[in-house]
Nanobody, 124 residues
């Protein structure tokens, strides 16, 4: 499955953005989908994930209450709604698809397929 993240841009602190991850040459069905981000000079870090069946999404503590992940299997997309954005949210955001177990759902190694990222810049 090929993935493409989109929706990034420049936003002021406190603003909102919605990222979208679209699948092509395949579908998301049967895959968990996760969002990760990578700031310059830092490692890729977990943001949010949703398992098959869209139940019990997972969130990094740093984004809980501000970000919402959702999947639309009919449209073959997974969205990440981001609100109350902070400068520290600035990063390239990536989506990944895979079949992670619970212990790897927040780790990049749990995801086999990755798309190119989309840049989110939050100005103070």
């Amino acid at each position: 499955v090929q993935l493409q993240a989109s929706g990034g841009g420049l936003v002021q602190s406190g603003g909102s953005l919605t990222l979208s991850c679209a699948a092509s040459e395949g579908t998301f069905s049967g895959y968990s989908v996760g969002w990760f981000r990578q700031a310059p000079g830092k490692e890729r870090e977990f943001v949010a994930a949703v398992k098959v069946g869209n139940s019990n999404p997972y969130y990094a503590d740093s984004v809980k209450g501000r970000f919402t992940i959702s999947r639309d299997n009919a449209k073959n997309t997974v969205s990440l709604q981001m609100s109350n954005l902070k400068p520290e949210d600035t990063a390239v955001y990536f989506c990944g698809a895979g079949r992670p177990i619970t212990s790897t759902i927040s780790r990049p190694l749990g995801y086999r397929h990755w798309g190119k990222g989309t840049l989110v810049t939050v100005s103070s």
